[in-house]
């Protein structure tokens, strides 16, 4: 009987700590399920989404600029005196100037050139037109500089080489001319950055 009651408490002993480890383990059984469920619902998640890549970097703005370009009939603009050593600009040319060209030069920050070109029309030999072109741009120019304009400034002289309007030349002289006026121009071109 002694025997059977010793064999009892050895294996109490033993039961305990058994029963305990059990329990142990089917308690840590479902959290490390849990932690690998987890694990791979995270590790399916970030397959599905795919990389958004970093917006390129957006280019500089290029600066506004405050290019022009206007024609002037010369017709209308200039006298011509052969006293004057330079073609005569009329109030109206002046007006016009003012109006039509510093007052857009007004809206620049920075005039980099002005380009003055003279045009003829065909009447007259090419060394008579080109002259006259040139002389009609310079005095362009030279009342551009009396009104205060302080940037670079060029003159071309055209003369007949860029006509606009043909005419029949069978014209009597002064339907000629008054056909071929278009061609008798200024044209003054302006570029800069704009304010």
């Known amino acids: 009987m002694l025997k059977k009651l010793t064999a009892l408490y050895v294996l109490a002993a ?6 305990t480890v059990i329990a142990q383990t089917s308690a840590a059984a479902p959290a490390a399920q849990s932690a690998e469920a987890s694990a ?22 290029p600066p506004k600029r405050c290019d022009f370009a206007i024609t002037l009939q010369s017709d209308e603009i200039f006298e011509h005196k052969k ?8 109030s109206k040319g002046k007006e016009r100037i003012d109006s039509e060209v510093l007052s857009k030069l ?12 003279g045009h003829t029309d065909l009447i007259g ?8 072109s040139e002389k009609n741009a310079d005095a362009v120019v ?31 002289k002064a339907k000629l001319a008054e056909c071929l006026a278009p061609n ?3 044209v003054i071109e302006g570029r800069g950055l704009a304010k």
């Open 184 to 186: 008798r121009r200024i």
């Open 14 to 19: 033993f039961a305990l700590p058994v029963s």
């Open 40 to 61: 791979s619902a995270t590790s399916s998640t970030a397959a599905a989404t795919p990389a958004v890549p970093a917006p390129a970097p957006t280019p500089p703005t």
């Open 125 to 132: 030999s090419h060394a008579q037109t080109q002259k006259l």
């Open 142 to 172: 030279a009342y551009l500089g009396s009104k205060g304009l302080n940037a670079p400034m060029d003159t071309m002289g055209m003369g007949k080489t860029q006509q606009i309007k043909a005419c029949d030349d069978k014209l009597a």
């Open 83 to 90: 006293s004057a050593q330079l073609p005569i600009l009329n």
């Open 106 to 117: 007004a809206n620049c920050t920075k005039v980099e050139l002005i380009v003055v070109s």
